[in-house]
């Protein structure tokens, strides 16, 4: 804790960055975000285990960016989701410095994005065990079962959007469900409006979700939404061979080759 | 009318349940799923939850469902018809188990709904909705009640409250409306005379953190104060806060076309989503998410009390329990309190 918060404090007595986003101890014994303005802000920082909010959710908030240079104290799936947010153009190694919390407890300063990939690249994207299960589970149920336990598990859900909020790769500014005229997703939460919202939510997030639960996570309601991600993510290992956050590169979604074998897609 | 105490005996609650289903009551009862727990209609006692401190959802939707279809219409060559809410549709409700914070949070809301137009969708469902309120045996550090004028034990908003006397035991009944009385009407023989137990010695301690008052005086002068941008820089601008508050009355009018024919619905909004004051113009006036922030602060502890005479917040502590980013708002008032300009 000491490294990380020495580091911290460094970096801001030196005016190398402006702002820190890093976690504090939150009420309820959960940590939070904390945004570290002041070198004496620095003691406030934690990191262990409880930290599974996703802070780059905050990189591309409007009040947050409008601090100007920041750094990050980044895990694993932050460090992934910032990876991904540059090759989208979010963020450069002009506007972002990231301190890596690595699963090893190492607190590492990395130099550049270009090393933040190269450290991500050495672990690969894998749902956790209990997940594959419940996504078995799903494919061996009938058609109208599965269709029904969703229509059911989606019920509750009162649309207060705090998935997509939560959610680093949800960044634009007017989300399709926010159009009206027209209207391409109903705006009420019945059975139709949650569920085009929560289909839409997942394929928008293929080949771009780094699994990090924070959606699910957010939910004030328990909804496990991420198994739709989980289950587009396990798609994209079998048919596609995976993927991984990079620089430069295509995206799953949104490349395809001349000479594709399927025809739909020419 | 006086409060009539009675005494209702512990397995006496399941035959009440099971008279008001016989009596044509949909009853919204505490239902636990995916670990959280909220007002469903519940067709068996079983399956009602009973160890629960404060239910994830308000009981709110009793009269302000989260969807509401106001009207259908169809268009002809020349012509539209539309057929209006159907009141007769309306079922006679009980909600159960309700917490006094909830109950005392319908007047709140009943203020807003009948501020200036009386919304009589609203005030008819209200006036099909018996509350059977449940007083607080525990408390946690989120609730706040007895900062804002509530308190564990509280009767106001309910028609029935029930106090339980300790773990497992028999119920203090408080009938304290009209309403409450007409479900004794016909569950009588439940209802026993008594003049055993004193609710006050069961009732779970919530100490009293702010003075409301005190709030609202500095918030007149606290429009234009920084707090805001520090308190608001960690909200993710979602609406899970709203969406779970018994007193957030925001909504917005949707039209849902099917060719030649739809319906107008009214669904649940947020004062804390970006674009909830954008205008046709693309000007928004309150452009930053410390506008949005403030404007939830204001409207519960200043602009309320100001126009309507009520607070807009009853110590529930749902939206700090909601929140996926801990913004606490009693931490949040509590430093509004300490907080000099």
Redesign the interface.
């Known amino acids: 804790m000491d490294e990380l918060r020495n580091k911290v404090k460094a970096l801001l007595e030196a005016k190398t960055v402006n702002v820190v986003i890093g976690y504090e101890e ?3 014994k ?1 940590p ?4 570290a303005v002041k070198p004496e802000d620095a003691a406030k920082l934690i990191y262990d285990s409880r930290c599974v ?1 996703n802070l780059a ?2 990189i591309t ?4 960016k409008a601090k100007g240079k920041m750094a990050i104290t980044a895990t694993l799936p932050v460090m992934r989701s910032i990876i991904q947010l540059a090759s989208e153009f979010q963020v450069n190694d002009n506007n972002l410095f990231v301190i890596g919390l690595t699963p090893d407890n190492q607190v590492i300063e990395f130099k550049n994005l270009a090393e933040v990939e190269t450290f991500i690249h050495k672990f690969e994207i894998s749902i956790d065990s209990k997940y594959k299960e419940a996504l078995e589970k799903l494919d061996k149920m009938s058609r109208t079962d599965r269709w029904n336990w969703w229509i059911n ?1 989606l019920a ?1 859900c ?5 998935c ?3 959610c680093p790769m949800c960044y634009c500014h ?1 989300c399709t469900v ?1 159009f ?1 005229q027209p ?1 391409w997703i ?5 059975e139709l ?1 949650n569920l085009e919202w929560h289909i839409m939510r997942a394929v928008h997030l293929t080949g771009r979700c780094i699994d990090c639960d924070a959606c699910a ?8 939404i991420n198994l739709l991600n989980k289950r587009l993510l396990e798609d994209a290992k079998k048919h596609f061979g995976g993927y991984q956050p990079m620089l430069k590169g295509d995206h799953l979604m949104s490349t395809f080759k001349p000479d594709d074998k399927e025809n739909f897609i020419r | 009318m006086t409060i009539d105490k009675r005494i209702l005996r512990k397995d006496s609650l399941e035959k009440l349940f099971n008279i008001l289903r016989e009596n044509n009551r949909t009853i919204f009862a505490p239902v636990e799923h995916n670990g959280k727990i909220s007002f469903k209609a519940s067709g068996s006692f079983s399956s009602v939850a009973t160890d629960y401190i404060q239910t994830t959802q308000s009981s709110k939707e009793a009269a302000f469902p989260r969807t509401e279809k106001i009207l259908d219409y169809t268009k002809t060559r020349d012509n539209i018809n539309a057929s209006p809410f159907d009141h007769n549709q309306i079922p006679e409700v009980v909600i159960w188990g309700v917490r006094p914070c909830d109950a005392m949070g319908i007047a709140e809301l009943s203020a807003i709904f009948n501020w200036d137009l009386k919304d009589e969708i609203y005030n008819q469902r209200l006036a099909k909705t018996t509350v059977i309120g449940f007083s607080c045996m525990k408390a946690d550090e989120s609730c706040f009640c007895t900062s804002v004028g509530g308190n564990p034990g509280n009767t106001e908003g309910s028609d029935i409250l029930l106090t339980r006397m300790g773990e497992g035991g028999d119920l203090i009944a408080e009938i304290i409306t009209d309403k409450g009385a007409a479900i004794v009407s016909f569950a009588g023989e439940l209802f026993q005379k008594s003049e055993e137990g004193q609710k006050e010695k069961y009732l779970a301690d919530v100490p009293v953190k702010f003075n409301r008052d005190e709030i609202r005086k500095k918030l007149d002068k606290y429009f234009e104060s920084d707090i805001w941008v520090k308190q608001s820089l960690r909200c993710i601008g979602c609406g899970a806060c709203a969406y779970v508050c018994p007193t957030c009355a925001c909504f917005d009018i949707q039209d849902e076309i099917h060719g030649k024919s739809g319906s107008r619905v009214r669904c649940w909004d947020s004062c804390g989503f970006s674009q909830f004051t954008i205008h046709t113009s693309g000007h928004n006036p309150r452009e930053v998410q410390s506008q949005r922030w403030r404007q939830r602060i204001m409207h519960k502890f200043s602009y309320m009390p100001e126009r309507l005479d009520v607070y807009g917040c009853t110590g529930c502590g749902r939206c700090s329990r909601a929140c996926p980013v801990d913004m606490n708002i009693l931490e949040h008032l509590t430093s509004i309190q300490e907080v000099t300009l």
């Open positions: 939150g009420t309820g959960k939070r975000a904390v945004f909010l959710a905050y908030k409007h009040e947050v598990e509750p009162f649309k207060c959007y705090a997509r909020a939560a007017r926010d009206n209207q109903p705006v009420p939460s019945h409006g996570n957010a939910c004030p309601l328990g909804i496990p």
